[in-house]
């Protein structure tokens, strides 16, 4: 089911169905570098994260991560983007990551627009945040570009990484 479109891409829902792919996009380097080894190893691996994470999210809360196609590729999955509600943080979370060979080229920022959109339109959400490795340098200078501005370090997650936590109002 198509969630959103926009000039260049497909926004919908994962299903069990798109566990190779994203098998591939969290063992993708940027994904392993700034988010994380999540010890998915497997295609069954990839399908109990999609139906612990993604599914779930969907029914908790009527939202989650989603695909990105890229239309120009026969809707080739490149990557997610989406929201997510973290019982440690007390805003709504945006995320995005993409396969390598689609970085840097304004995905990110074409299907985040769209899934701030959502959340305001669809959700009424009023207020997102944006969470990030101090290390990811692409990601501050993309959800400053979205309008996101720095509030505080954070500790989200049981390793106590440190993150950066970026807000903003919609």
Known sequence: MIV???NRLLILKFTLKDAPFFLELVNSPNWIKYIGDQNTKTVKDAEERIREGHLKSYKSTGFGFYKLL???ENNKPIGTCGLIKRDTLDDVDMGFAMLPHYEGIGIGYEASKEVIKLAKQRFNLKRLVAITNPDNKN??????KLGFTFEKCVKPFADDEELLLFAKKI
């Open 4 to 6: 959103a479109e926009t």
């Open 70 to 72: 890229l239309k120009a």
């Open 139 to 144: 990601s501050i200078k993309l959800v400053e």
